[in-house]
Each structure stands twice: as C-alpha cells, then as structure tokens.
C-alpha cells in the first residue's frame, strides 16, 4: 500500500465516522421525540383514571411500570404516584 492507498482509505474512514455520529445524533432526537410524546399521552390516562374515566384505571397500571417517577413530588401526593380513589 502506497501513501494514496492510505490517504484514501483515511479519507473514507472519516466520512464514515461522521455518518456514524450523524446517525447517532438522528436516533438520540427521534428517541427523545417519541419519549416526549409518550409520556403526553400517559399523563392524559393518569388525568383520565383520577376522574374515573372508564378503562382508564386499567391502562394507567399498565403504563405506570413504563414511567418510573422522576423528579420532585408536589406535597399531598403518593409517593408511588398511585391515583388515589
């Protein structure tokens, strides 16, 4: 392999690399996006099942093992973000 060879092969390489982190970047904003609105969507069932909408109940416990709680809890709440009857 001659300096050409290596000059172009190292050229590709970082093409690739930026592809690669370009990639990355474009997963990390869609996963986000989708995060976002997915929780949208679960604090409206949470909302729903505290006005005993029905159905409501069944699928917040099922969504609320997808959601762990993060953050600080306003005072009076549960601690397990449990929607009390």
């Not at 970047?25 to 029905?54: R, W």
């Not at 409501?56 to 449990?82: H, I, N, W």
């Amino acid at each position: 392999m001659d300096f050409g060879d290596a000059h172009g092969l190292w050229t590709l390489l970082n093409r690739v690399q930026q592809l690669e982190q370009t990639l990355d970047d474009t997963e990390m904003i869609a996963g986000s996006e989708a995060y976002q609105a997915a929780l949208v969507f679960y604090k409206s069932v949470k909302m729903a099942a505290a006005q005993d909408i029905p159905g409501a109940k069944a699928v917040y416990a099922e969504l609320k093992t997808r959601f762990p709680q993060t953050g600080r809890r306003r005072s009076g709440s549960p601690p397990d973000g449990s929607v009390t009857d």
